[in-house]
């Protein structure tokens, strides 16, 4: 029951009505018997300052931000983390008595998806793709520890602006390839690929994937972070080629894991955020 004393938290972005975050907040406050609620707001670009501000009068407690806003935010927050302030966009806010405070938990979530299968820390990564979610990705996997990255795009001089930035904050040798025989080449040594590019996302199911099973060994794991469908063309690629794959849901339900723990504090039982996915999209396992 929502009482004068509920805590409220929310997503604010443009769309939000098909986000999987309500539902995986919700169903953790509600087994963890907390008094609170988390609830999606549809916010225009040109009323995110009102947003921001208003959220703060109304006594909200933390925000999720999510596509258009998450560079944008940061000129309404009072301090970043360290994730946040390199990558240069936020997707939690937790409000409180020092102020908005912007965190990115996306990069921290991919990481935590591979690492249920394989660490990171000392191996070689090729992400495709050199957009947002590749540079959240990207600046964590250097932060954990991964030794040799390499960023694969088809736009060639995109990745290298990635790199410039990455070289400059963490002093950290980076490589660029264009989507040519050259990635071919990288990928024949990498422990693990990460697609970022929204290739074979619905509704192009059928789109061909940038790289297919003979590009790949069974030694690689191979991580999609598009999660519709769950099961992409490059993961099926990676099972032809005896390749461990993980979907892209599992990055989605670790930045909310990790939201939550910003939060409330508490290290919230995975199962629980997982049980509410499976209930969202009907399925009997992810
Ligand atoms: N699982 C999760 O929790 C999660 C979180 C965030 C995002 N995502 C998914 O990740 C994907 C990327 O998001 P984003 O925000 O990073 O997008 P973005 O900033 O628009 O970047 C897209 C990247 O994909 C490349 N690309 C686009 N179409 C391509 C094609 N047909 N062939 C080859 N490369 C192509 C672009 O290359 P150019 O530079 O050449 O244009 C660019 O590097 C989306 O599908 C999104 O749904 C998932």
Redesign the pocket.
Same mark, same amino acid.
């Given at each position: 029951m929502i009482t004068g004393k509920t805590n409220v938290f929310g997503i604010i972005g443009d769309p939000v009505e098909h986000s999987l975050s309500p539902g995986m907040h919700n169903a953790a406050f509600k087994e963890l018997g907390m008094d609170n609620i988390y609830v999606p707001f549809q916010v225009k670009a040109e009323h995110l300052e009102d947003a921001i501000l208003g959220a703060q009068s109304l006594g909200v407690k933390g925000f999720n931000v999510t596509?258009p806003h998450k560079t944008e935010v940061i000129n309404y927050l009072d301090y970043l983390d360290i994730a946040a302030g390199l990558i240069g966009a936020v997707n939690t806010i937790e409000f409180g008595k020092n102020g908005a405070v912007g965190h990115n938990t996306?990069g921290i979530? +991919?990481v935590m +998806?591979i690492e249920e299968v394989t660490p990171v820390k000392n191996k070689k990564v090729v992400i *495709?793709? +050199?957009?947002?979610?590749?540079?959240?990705i990207a600046f964590q996997l250097l932060l954990s520890g991964v030794d040799n990255l390499v960023i694969a795009?088809?736009?060639v001089e %995109? +990745?290298g602006e990635l790199k410039t930035d990455l070289v400059e904050k963490l002093d950290h040798e980076v490589r660029v390839s264009g989507?040519d025989e050259n990635l071919t080449q990288e990928l024949s040594d990498t422990a693990i690929l990460i697609?970022?590019?929204?290739?074979g996302?619905y509704p192009n199911v059928d789109?061909k994937p940038?790289v297919t099973a003979e590009m790949m060994h069974p030694d690689m794991v191979v991580n999609d972070?598009?999660?519709?469908p769950l099961k992409t063309g490059l993961l099926n690629e990676a099972d032809k080629a005896g390749a461990k794959s993980i979907s892209?849901? %599992?990055? *989605?339900m670790y930045?909310g894991v990790e939201a939550f723990k910003i939060w409330t504090g508490i290290e919230p039982p995975v199962e629980i955020f997982q049980r509410a996915l499976m209930n969202e999209l009907d399925l009997d396992e992810i």
């Open positions: 596509i996306d979530g +991919a +998806a *495709l793709g +050199a957009g947002g979610a590749s540079r959240a795009n088809r736009t %995109k +990745a989507l697609n970022t590019t929204p290739v996302m789109e940038v972070i598009v999660y519709n892209g849901i %599992k990055m *989605l930045q």
